[in-house]
């Protein structure tokens, strides 16, 4: 049966996050688990779960993102940590403006649910390069968060590059040059399960900041 919705699942040793966060997947959403290199079993987890798998030949968020969209099919397509820190019950917060036709490219705003939810450098960082973001670019967002939701089709046709951390910025660069009409909404943001590989240390959220920064300067 075909999905209304296809979420990807950027998936890098999501082993113990896994079942808890497919078992929350609405109905009539597909997941597509991404496997990034993953060394713990993560795709064959999925994979027995129902979820559907596929492989990013190269390393890196962005191009994890970009095989995920390749890989959809649905007319909407949603897309979300794998590391159990958003709940997957709340995708229609982001999905629903889509499917009204009310926004082109929604946000889920980052609400911690407990102090350690998001480190207070990540979310330093955050705000820094946001607040450059709505300075230069005139975008009004808050928060670069990785549960987001568009059309699928007119995601294709931005055409978006970067296959490492600046590819959020990148989508949001596009989408403003393009007309978009950009929105976002609160949603919940819990501890992940296991231990962070980027924003959740120190060295990878400066990966992450700087591969964005040098996207601001790109398109400004």
Same mark, same amino acid.
């Given at each position: 049966?075909?999905?209304?919705?296809?979420?990807?699942?950027?998936?890098?040793?999501?082993?113990?996050?896994?079942?808890?966060?497919?078992?929350?997947?609405?109905?009539?959403?597909?997941?597509?688990?991404?496997?990034?290199?993953?060394?713990?079993?993560?795709?064959?987890?999925?994979?027995?779960?129902?979820?559907? +798998? $596929?492989?990013?030949?190269? @390393? =890196?968020?962005?191009?994890? /993102?970009?095989?995920?969209?390749? &890989?959809? !099919? *649905?007319?909407?397509?949603?897309?979300?940590?794998?590391?159990?820190?958003?709940?997957?019950?709340?995708?229609?917060? +982001? $999905?629903?403006?889509?499917? @009204? =036709?009310?926004?082109?490219? /929604?946000?889920?705003?980052?609400? &911690?649910? !407990? *102090?350690?939810?998001?480190?207070?450098?990540?979310?330093?960082?955050?705000?820094?390069?946001?607040?450059?973001?709505?300075?230069?670019?005139?975008?009004?967002?808050?928060?670069?968060?990785?549960?987001?939701?568009?059309?699928?089709?007119?995601?294709?046709?931005?055409?978006?590059?970067?296959?490492?951390?600046?590819?959020?910025?990148?989508?949001?660069?596009?989408?403003?040059?393009?007309?978009?009409?950009?929105?976002?909404?609160?949603?919940?943001?819990?501890?992940?399960?296991?231990?962070?590989?980027?924003?959740?240390?120190?060295?990878?959220?400066?990966?992450?900041?700087?591969?964005?920064?040098?996207?601001?300067?790109?398109?400004?």
């Amino acid at each position: 049966m075909s999905s209304s919705v296809d979420v990807i699942l950027p998936c890098l040793n999501e082993a113990r996050a896994l079942p808890s966060l497919l078992a929350e997947l609405p109905p009539s959403y597909r997941a597509i688990v991404v496997d990034n290199g993953s060394t713990d079993g993560s795709a064959e987890i999925a994979r027995r779960l129902g979820a559907t +798998v $596929v492989t990013a030949g190269q @390393r =890196g968020y962005g191009a994890a /993102v970009h095989t995920g969209l390749m &890989a959809a !099919t *649905a007319p909407i397509v949603a897309f979300s940590d794998a590391d159990g820190s958003f709940d997957l019950r709340q995708l229609d917060r +982001v $999905v629903d403006p889509i499917r @009204r =036709g009310d926004a082109d490219l /929604v946000s889920g705003r980052r609400v &911690a649910v !407990t *102090a350690g939810a998001w480190p207070l450098h990540a979310r330093f960082a955050n705000a820094v390069l946001l607040w450059f973001v709505r300075l230069r670019m005139d975008v009004e967002l808050h928060d670069l968060g990785p549960m987001r939701a568009a059309d699928r089709e007119h995601l294709v046709g931005l055409g978006i590059r970067d296959r490492r951390s600046g590819y959020p910025l990148e989508l949001v660069l596009r989408a403003q040059r393009a007309g978009w009409r950009i929105d976002e909404v609160p949603v919940d943001y819990r501890p992940r399960v296991g231990k962070s590989k980027v924003t959740g240390t120190i060295r990878g959220t400066a990966q992450a900041i700087g591969d964005m920064l040098r996207m601001l300067r790109r398109y400004a």
